[in-house]
T-cell receptor, first 114, second 113 residues
């Protein structure tokens, strides 16, 4: 049983470019959340997707957008990249949107913006 | 706004000692608290989940307690091993935002042989 998979593992972009990160949830999970983790800090909640809708959003600008597909996989898009967007981007999946179940994380995508 | 703090930021212990990791939160209106382990440059692995109605959870050498009224949780790791070296993070879910978790910055643990 595959866990949460994320691609790519590493990415280098320049300021102003756009990036798309991908996530496949653990089998049987229908909810995907995205987190941003800067070096030395805890993950910060970006948004959560359930039933192909953005259910909840953290304090991130509109440059951050996402999508969930019918097979529950998800994409995170970031436009007009800034140096400060350099971070580890983590995808987490769970059985439900409530948060009452354990979160399962992927290994993350390390994004470097030059 | 929920604030989650983990002190100390780093900890070094000799192999065999028990580890005590602390997590404090400012808003007691939580529905659960989770403890995670993170190895360098990797994702998070869930260790224990404590629902708000529970006082503690145990798994093998790990035991986590929760005191909602005082806004504290403690993770105990018995008889530490070098393989326990990692960063440990706690995450809190509050009832005004179901499904969104607030993380602490973590405690970096080094267990020396």
């Amino acid at each position: 049983d595959a866990g949460v998979t994320q691609s790519p593992t590493h990415l280098i972009k320049t300021r102003g470019q756009q990036v798309t990160l991908r996530c496949s949830p653990k089998s049987g999970h229908d909810t995907v959340s995205w987190y941003q983790q800067a070096l030395g800090q805890g993950p910060q909640f970006i948004f959560q997707y359930y039933e192909e809708e953005e259910r909840q959003r953290g304090n991130f600008p509109d440059r951050f957008s996402g999508h969930q597909f019918p097979n529950y996989s998800s994409e995170l898009n970031v436009n007009a990249l800034l140096l400060g967007d350099s971070a580890l981007y983590l995808c987490a999946s769970s059985f439900s949107w409530t948060g009452l179940e354990k979160l399962f994380f992927g290994s993350g995508t390390q994004l470097s913006v030059l | 706004k929920q604030e989650v703090t983990q002190i100390p930021a780093a900890l070094s212990v000799p192999e065999g000692e028990n580890l005590v990791l602390n997590c404090s939160f400012t808003d007691s209106a939580i529905y659960n608290l989770q403890w995670f382990r993170q190895d360098p440059g990797k994702g998070l692995t869930s260790l224990l989940l404590i629902q708000s109605s529970q006082r503690e959870q145990t798994s093998g050498r790990l035991n986590a307690s929760l005191d909602k009224s005082s806004g504290r949780s403690t993770l105990y790791i018995a008889a530490s091993q070098p393989g326990d070296s990692a960063t440990y993070l706690c995450a809190v879910g509050t009832t005004d935002s179901w499904g969104k978790f607030q993380f602490g910055a973590g405690t970096q643990v080094v267990v020396t042989p």
